[in-house]
């Protein structure tokens, strides 16, 4: 299951978030969104796993990412 790191409010994380809905991928199911906004244990796993403080960030398994195009380039390989 992916795991988006993310705060309402973020353009950045809004436009993975829009992407993965065009999808109709199911939230519980196919992905998870975890709070990070500051201040939060979302964005203290953020800093642990990834070094940066900065979101959208993106887990699946081992593999993790930050820039929300990228993230997107990623989702859109991985369910066509």
């Given at each position: 299951?992916?795991?988006?790191?993310?705060?309402?409010?973020?353009?950045?994380?809004?436009?993975?978030?829009?992407f993965i809905?065009?999808?109709?991928?199911?939230?519980?199911?196919?992905?998870?969104?975890?709070?990070?906004?500051?201040?939060?244990?979302?964005?203290?796993e953020v800093?642990?796993?990834?070094?940066m403080s900065?979101?959208?960030?993106?887990?699946?398994?081992?593999?993790?990412?930050?820039?929300?195009?990228?993230?997107?380039?990623?989702?859109?390989?991985?369910?066509?």
């Open positions: 299951m992916l795991k988006l790191y993310q705060y309402d409010g973020c353009p950045y994380c809004s436009k993975v978030v829009r809905e065009t999808l109709n991928l199911k939230q519980g199911l196919d992905y998870e969104l975890v709070e990070a906004s500051r201040g939060t244990k979302g964005r203290e800093v642990r796993l990834g070094g900065q979101v959208p960030f993106l887990v699946d398994g081992n593999h993790w990412m930050y820039e929300s195009s990228d993230i997107i380039d990623y989702i859109r390989r991985k369910f066509s």
